[in-house]
Structure formats: structure tokens, C-alpha cells
């Protein structure tokens, strides 16, 4: 087996996250939705850089930012807001509500439905940890000028659909 003699231990090659120079990639570099997964992964590992030791995880901040703006919030359109399935809400919810950072109160008019706030604790913490976003931003779009960035980010709210959404102030 001398072709697998760089083999690593998952049979892949070279240790993961190390680029082999000499792969052919096809057309994959040129293909928006291969770059936008990577774009995607890299924003992730970011955020775990930046909010290390904060219990965080980008859809949890993306629940509380949510709440935070839109007290009252119900599941579905939190879910909807987030482009993801009720029950991986769900399970991202589950240690937001265990923590007591969100309070689960039930809709007026309808008790079937549920709606989320913040508890006075979790506004406490979310206002602390909050800031740490900008600088997750900066990492992940270090090298970038400021035009740069807005053009980026107005390309991809047209692309994701969301470009009717306004942009709320930060």
C-alpha cells in the first residue's frame, strides 16, 4: 500500500485542516455553495474561539438575540426567524430554559402555543456576553475593508432570501 503511506489515521491523508497544495479541486473553489459551507464552518469555529467558556452555541445566541428583540416570541417563529425545524429549536432551547436564562410562558388566547422571555438573569448575561459578537465578526472577516464587508453581507441576505428583511441596528 505504498499510495497510503501519508495516510492519516482516518485513511484522509495529511492531519485535518492541513491543505494538501498539490489536490485537484475541480471546480468545488469556484462553486458559491462549496465556498459558502467552509464560509459557514468557519464562522462556527470562530464563534467557539470568541465565546469559549461562555455555555454558548451560535443558534443558542441566535435564540436570545431573538428573544431579546422580540420579547413574547413564540416557538414557531423563532423557528422560522432561524430557518430551522421546531424540534432542533428545541434542543437548542433546552439549556437556555434549564439555566433559567429564558423564561417559557404560554400565549395569551391560545395555551397550546408557547412563547419565550428573557429572565431578568438572562438579560443580565446576555447583555454581558452580547459584545463578544462584534468581536467574532472582526475575527471572521479580518482583512476585509468595511465596504468589503456590507457589500458581502448584502450579497448574501439576497442570496438567503432575506434581503426584504430589514437590517435591525446592532
Same mark, same amino acid.
Given at each position: ?5 501519508? /495516510?492519516?489515521?482516518?485513511? !484522509? ?17 469556484? &462553486? ?7 464560509? %459557514?464552518? +468557519?464562522?462556527?469555529?470562530? %464563534? ?18 431573538? =428573544? *431579546?428583540?422580540?420579547? !413574547?416570541?413564540?416557538?414557531?417563529? =423563532? /423557528? /422560522? ?6 424540534? =432542533? ?7 437556555? @430554559?434549564?439555566?433559567?436564562? &429564558?423564561?417559557?410562558? @404560554?400565549?395569551?388566547? *391560545? ?5 419565550? #422571555? ?16 462584534? @468581536?467574532?465578526?472582526? +475575527?471572521?472577516? *479580518? !482583512? ?9 453581507? #448584502? ?16
Amino acid at each position: 500500500m505504498e499510495g497510503r503511506k501519508d /495516510a492519516g489515521p482516518d485513511g !484522509g491523508g495529511e492531519a485535518a485542516g492541513r491543505l494538501r497544495e498539490d489536490l485537484d479541486y475541480g471546480c468545488l473553489n469556484d &462553486l458559491v455553495g462549496h465556498l459558502l459551507r467552509h464560509a %459557514f464552518l +468557519r464562522g462556527q469555529q470562530v %464563534f467557539a474561539e470568541v465565546f469559549a467558556g461562555e455555555a454558548l452555541t451560535p443558534l443558542q445566541f441566535m435564540v436570545l438575540e431573538l =428573544v *431579546d428583540r422580540n420579547d !413574547g416570541i413564540t416557538h414557531g417563529d =423563532v /423557528a /422560522a426567524a432561524m430557518s430551522c425545524a421546531p424540534s =432542533v429549536l428545541t434542543t437548542a432551547l433546552k439549556p437556555l @430554559t434549564a439555566s433559567g436564562m &429564558l423564561d417559557q410562558v @404560554t400565549v395569551a388566547g *391560545d395555551r397550546r402555543r408557547v412563547a419565550y #422571555r428573557l429572565s431578568p438573569a438572562g438579560r443580565l448575561r446576555f447583555r454581558q456576553v452580547r459584545p463578544l459578537i462584534e @468581536t467574532a465578526e472582526d +475575527r471572521l472577516l *479580518d !482583512g476585509l475593508a468595511a465596504d468589503e464587508k456590507e457589500v458581502l453581507a #448584502r450579497i448574501l441576505r439576497r442570496v438567503s432570501g432575506r434581503n426584504s428583511q430589514l437590517r435591525n441596528n446592532r
